[in-house]
């Protein structure tokens, strides 16, 4: 339960889980932020847009922030961490993942809820690049699933010095479930239209380019037509691209909650009970958790929300309490 220092409590007017969803997407508005872009080549030939924020020194602690499905560095909540991080005299850096930076990946392939080799090259990459400065990161939906995963599978070589998630999916094939009730639907034909443009785009680049072997590997897959779930796309579209047999392998190989206990990096958990994306139960239970989490579980706050202040003031508790819990780590 959260601590007394790390109450939330909704803005006025916005108690309702899907206003507190909402609200980033399509009302806050942010300043342009003047931002250093660097383009990471990975081992397989793709690439990975990475956006600088904040001071260039050496030993300045930088965070590494991760966003969501459809997500990018430009999404509100980037942007506003990148802001607050930078407030408290910190450096941080942005991923874009395949594709999302504003330009098609050069690979069939794409991003998914599991990719932690991508994300453990990046971890590579800014340790030889800041060698001496502390690192951390910070993910958001999707981007906090990676990396609790990440932190799983690396143990105590995850080469962190501290984590947050937020409003994480810990099983994928629930909260696939979840997301196809009542109101949430909404969201699902959201993202459904968002992750099919996501391959029509490629395909086209792919054609334009001539990059056969890419664009025979997505006109594999077959029409995409009448896939209204994520079941349907993930069993049609990110299974056959990245090597699960089907979407219960995906899911299963892919969430997170199954490698929570070998986590050896200190590691903040932020989550809502009104959660629209997420069932009550597919919240690890404490014994799940390695010793070094802590988990937050607030009444209120949707999904990536946590809104506080008023309608006319709004705050943003997440950008109050992250940069907050990693300056705490010393």
Not at 259 to 286: A, C, K
Request: proline residues 7%; neutral net charge.
């Amino acid at each position: 339960m959260p601590s007394p220092t790390a109450l939330f409590r909704p803005a006025r007017g916005l108690s309702n889980p899907h206003l507190q969803t909402l609200w980033g997407p399509l009302w806050r508005k942010l300043p342009a932020l003047r931002r250093a872009r660097e383009r990471l080549w990975l081992e397989d030939g793709d690439f990975l847009d990475l956006d600088w924020y904040g001071p260039d020194q050496t030993e300045t602690p930088l965070v590494l922030v991760l966003h969501g499905l459809t997500g990018s560095s430009d999404s509100p909540y980037v942007k506003g961490l990148q802001q607050a991080l930078e407030a408290q005299g910190w450096a941080s850096v942005a991923l874009n993942w395949r594709g999302c930076s504003g330009e098609p990946n050069r690979l069939a392939r794409s991003y998914h809820s599991g990719a932690s080799e991508d994300l453990g090259e990046t971890v590579r990459h800014l340790r030889a690049r800041r060698p001496l400065a502390p690192l951390y990161a910070v993910g958001y939906s999707l981007g906090g699933n990676v990396l609790l995963k990440y932190l799983g599978e690396t143990g105590a070589a995850s080469a962190l010095q501290g984590a947050v998630a937020v409003s994480v999916p810990f099983r994928l094939d629930q909260c696939a479930d979840r997301i196809g009730l009542g109101f949430s639907k909404i969201y699902q034909a959201h993202f459904m239209r968002e992750m099919l443009s996501y391959v029509q785009v490629k395909q086209r680049h792919f054609q334009a380019q001539g990059h056969v072997e890419a664009l025979a590997a997505l006109e594999g897959l077959g029409p995409l037509r009448n896939l209204r779930t994520f079941w349907d796309f993930d069993g049609r579209v990110t299974a056959p691209l990245h090597g699960f047999s089907d979407a219960h392998d995906y899911y299963r190989r892919a969430s997170s909650r199954y490698y929570l206990g070998e986590n050896r990096t200190p590691t903040l958990i932020i989550q809502s009970q009104d959660d629209p994306f997420v069932f009550d139960h597919s919240l690890p239970t404490p014994g799940e958790l390695a010793p070094q989490t802590e988990f937050e579980l607030h009444r209120h706050g949707g999904h990536v929300g946590f809104v506080e202040g008023s309608l006319r003031a709004p705050g943003y508790y997440l950008e109050r309490r992250i940069p907050q819990w990693l300056g705490g780590l010393g």
